[in-house]
């Protein structure tokens, strides 16, 4: 069986209220939250057959901590198709953009940077 190669990833927060704010409003979805034991976590949406890799939001002081500069840098497909879209509310939800909608090649597309309300440094990608 073919499958990607990212099977999950965990964006870890410092306020998890804050975090499923900024989330929602950037990418207009509904998170769903799941406290688990010690850990807090909210799940993005997941369209079972479709491809990308499903994630969530997770809070535990002791063993996640959000970083603006080292780490896993993981790459949101614009659900829009153009990446702009979703880029254009990101410092209304609270983050900040870092690098705007930038050419990687005709063939790859777009892609920018930006921190999320918790200051995880993230991306996003789209071939328009």
Known sequence: MQTNLVGWFEIPVTDMNRAVRFYEQVFAVQLLRRPMGGLDMAWFP???????????LIHH???????????VLIYFT?????????????E??????????TLISKEIGFM???????????ALHSRA
Not at 112 to 122: I, K, P, W
């Open 92 to 101: 209304a939800a609270g983050g900040r953009i870092l690098q705007p909608k």
């Open 46 to 56: 997941a369209k079972h057959g479709a491809s990308g890799s499903c994630g969530s």
């Open 61 to 71: 002081p002791r063993h996640y901590s959000p970083s603006s500069t080292d780490g």
């Open 112 to 122: 920018a940077l930006f921190l999320d309300s918790e200051g995880n440094r993230l």
């Open 78 to 90: 614009s659900q829009a198709g153009d990446l702009a879209l979703e880029l254009s509310r990101v």
